[in-house]
């Protein structure tokens, strides 16, 4: 069993930044890739950004330039660095770690409580 934790959420105007922090801890293997995703109001959870465990990373293309995903190994936290934000970031942010593939689904049976993300003026 895994229990993640994620931080650094908040409101912020269009333009600004945030940093969301994902602290991972359980079963954890440090092989496993690690993902941010996103659920908006009313919208299905999204993958937003994956790092392998070399730190090979992967972007959705609605972020890709804007955000930046980074990880901790020794601390299994993963980072995701958010700039240039839009009304449109706007959503619930989670984590998650495991195989590559399953991160890039998406699939897992359990999440934590995710951190709200608000861009407005």
């Known amino acids: 069993q895994v229990q993640l934790v994620e931080s650094g959420g908040g409101l912020v105007q269009p333009g600004g930044s945030l940093r969301l922090s994902c602290a991972a801890s359980?079963?954890?293997?440090?092989?496993?890739?690690m993902g941010w995703y996103r659920q908006a109001p009313g919208k299905q959870r999204e993958l937003v950004a994956t790092i392998t465990s070399d730190g090979s990373t992967n972007y959705a293309d609605s972020v890709k330039g804007r955000f930046t995903i980074s990880r901790d190994n020794a601390k299994n936290t993963v980072y995701l660095q958010m700039n240039s934000l839009k009304p449109d970031d706007t959503a619930v942010y989670y984590c998650?770690?495991?195989?590559?593939?399953?991160?890039?689904?998406?699939?897992?049976?359990?999440w934590g409580q995710g951190t709200q993300v608000t861009v407005s003026s």
């Open positions: 359980g079963s954890i293997f440090s092989s496993n890739a």
């Open positions: 998650n770690t495991g195989p590559l593939l399953r991160v890039a689904t998406g699939r897992f049976a359990s």
